[in-house]
């Protein structure tokens, strides 16, 4: 939501107007609440503080007012989308099924879509 192209938030804000190269948005499925990272790789010549100002913004302010349904909407297709990619490649970082489900990657994709 944060920071897909193009219609994240920080997206929009930082890269669109040139302030960032690109910004990443990032925190792990866990059961419990826990840190998310944003990050901004900047323009030479932005100023650190114009674009810290701007990210912690835009956070706060998703925070405080939370998501758009239709933010909510495009952020369950685009995980849906990523999923159905994933699933139909029969081999994927080379890894066997196997391999995949004793590194965790299948029990996070259930555990992630596990109703509340």
Known sequence: ML?????GK???????TKKAASV????????DPGVIEVTAELKNGTPVEEVR????SIVEGMK????????VDRAKRQIL???ELAASDANPNGASPQRVHRSGRLAAVFH?????
């Open 3 to 7: 920071s897909a192209q193009p219609s």
């Open 10 to 16: 920080l997206y929009q804000a930082l890269v669109e």
């Open 24 to 31: 990443s948005a990032f925190s792990r499925a866990t059961h």
């Open 53 to 56: 100002d701007s990210l912690i």
């Open 64 to 71: 405080k007012d939370g998501p758009t349904k239709e933010e």
């Open 81 to 83: 989308k990523a999923r």
């Open 112 to 116: 992630q879509s596990r109703p509340d």
